[in-house]
């Protein structure tokens, strides 16, 4: 069974970060913990460390390095905690005229953010990418996202359609679900509650789901999910009737409970042009206001940069939107 290309890239992309650290003897890895070091070190990487967090925070790291006459790579998480500590690092390195690196992270990142948050998780990413199972010819997840209006539901069925055609078996399936959890979202019958326990709901419902499209996956299926964690981070984030949830604190949440897409395909369309097509549903749904969809829109935006989906314009002909999604797809099977 053959490797996808992106996976190949990406391991490709975090061995030249490893054979770059092994490079730099004259340098220390500030990395945030233990776990981190470990990581790095099973992953190849064979130098010096500092744990910053347990070495006394950014300043103490730094005037360390300054001592050592060294130089730094900054090798902290990519999560919003990691980024703050990056910002500091930099500050405090730079004060003490201390050379530093954060290209490395930097390209690290790019190649482990669409399966983990964090540097401890890069033996599990390696590990990942190079299972022949998780990567099999047959079964496969790929996830369709988009603001309401997008085109989404119909989409995923005439992909269905057209892999059905070539032979390949296809489990169709949409986020909230229709059971358990998901058939009570979509009821109302939770009532009035907070965006957070909302949120919760949401990525409680996507953990059975994942169970179970893991399952059709490990049967061989193609399996074609409408909207996937990405939704809940949109618009959750998005700020309802002004209204937001912390989007670090979402994505941290469903990273503990998703699966890893093959693919996801961002349906990309204008919110004055959905709204159009929203308008026969009858009833307006509360998420279905134009300047809410335009923040959804944009976040959704922000997450196809850092996750990697393809975009693809939804604003042609259905035909047309359908050859965007098959040409994308025909590259990852």
Same mark, same amino acid.
């Given at each position: 069974m053959r490797q996808p290309d992106i996976f190949e890239e990406k391991l490709g992309q975090i061995r030249k970060v490893v054979d770059a650290l092994n490079e730099r003897k004259g340098s220390v890895i500030l990395v945030e913990g233990r776990k981190d070091e470990i990581a790095l070190r099973n992953a190849g990487v064979d130098g010096e460390f500092i744990h910053v967090q347990s070495f006394g925070g950014p300043i103490r790291a730094s005037e360390y390095v300054s001592e050592t006459g060294k130089?730094?790579?900054?090798?902290?998480?990519?999560?919003?905690?990691?980024?703050?500590?990056?910002?500091?690092?930099?500050?405090?390195?730079?004060?003490?005229?201390?050379?530093?690196?954060?290209?490395?992270?930097?390209?690290?990142?790019? =190649?482990?953010?669409?399966?983990?948050? +964090?540097?401890? @998780? *890069? $033996?599990?990413? %390696?590990?990942?990418?190079?299972?022949?199972?998780?990567?099999?010819?047959?079964?496969?997840?790929?996830?369709?996202?988009?603001?309401?209006?997008?085109?989404?539901?119909?989409?995923?069925?005439?992909?269905?359609?057209?892999?059905?055609k070539e032979g390949k078996t296809v489990e169709t399936t949409a986020e909230p679900t229709h059971v358990r959890i998901g058939s009570l979202i979509r009821s109302g019958a939770f009532g009035n509650i907070s965006q957070m326990t909302e949120a919760i709901l949401f990525t409680a419902d996507r953990?059975?789901?994942?169970?179970?499209?893991?399952?059709?996956?490990?049967?061989?299926?193609?399996?074609?999910?409408?909207?996937?964690?990405?939704?809940?981070? =949109?618009?959750?984030?998005?700020?309802? +009737?002004?209204? @937001? *949830? $912390?989007?670090? %604190?979402?994505?941290?949440?469903?990273?503990?409970?998703?699966?890893?897409?093959?693919?996801?395909?961002?349906?990309?369309?204008?919110?004055?042009?959905?709204?159009?097509?929203?308008?026969?549903?009858?009833m307006p749904d509360r998420y279905e206001n134009i300047e809410f969809q335009r923040r959804v829109r944009a976040e959704y935006l922000r997450l196809a940069g850092e996750f990697g989906f393809r975009i693809v314009d939804a604003s042609g002909r259905p035909e047309e939107v359908l050859e965007q999604c098959m040409s994308e797809i025909k590259k990852v099977l």
């Open positions: 130089t730094a790579v900054i090798m902290t998480d990519w999560d919003r905690r990691g980024n703050l500590l990056a910002e500091s690092l930099e500050t405090n390195l730079a004060a003490l005229d201390v050379r530093y690196d954060t290209r490395l992270r930097t390209e690290l990142a790019s =190649a482990c953010r669409a399966y983990a948050k +964090d540097v401890e @998780s *890069l $033996d599990s990413v %390696v590990a990942y990418l190079g299972r022949e199972d998780a990567c099999q010819d047959d079964g496969c997840l790929i996830v369709l996202e988009g603001i309401d209006g997008s085109g989404k539901s119909s989409m995923c069925a005439a992909i269905a359609a057209e892999l059905r953990n059975d789901h994942t169970e179970n499209m893991k399952k059709w996956i490990y049967d061989g299926k193609i399996v074609i999910c409408d909207r996937y964690f990405a939704s809940t981070v =949109a618009y959750q984030s998005s700020g309802l +009737d002004g209204r @937001s *949830l $912390d989007r670090s %604190v979402l994505l941290r949440l469903n990273s503990m409970f998703t699966g890893i897409p093959r693919l996801t395909l961002l349906l990309d369309l204008d919110p004055s042009v959905s709204a159009g097509r929203i308008a026969s549903r009858g």
